[in-house]
């Protein structure tokens, strides 16, 4: 004599799938044409810089690997003529 067991029924919402396709971030630069990548802007280097004054990466920022190697070498450019500082001591 066998005894059929059913599984426990699980009635939490559906989670979404892991190989679900996020959407693709639009690269910053190429949606604002006139827009240039310049150490000296502050306001838009901070876009690019964590809380904690980390460079975010290109797949959180969304950049084209092209600027995102020109907006590293402009963050890095203000940081060190003392623009930007190097980390947050606030966070």
Partial sequence: MTTSTTP??????PQKSRNQARRRLQDYF????????DFKNTELMRRFISPEGKILPG????LSSKNQRKVTKAVKRA???GLLPFTNHDA
């Fill in 30 to 37: 190429l949606q604002n044409k006139g827009v240039e990548i």
């Fill in 79 to 81: 940081r060190a003529i």
């Fill in 59 to 62: 797949r959180r920022t969304g």
């Fill in 8 to 13: 426990p029924s699980t009635s939490a919402a």
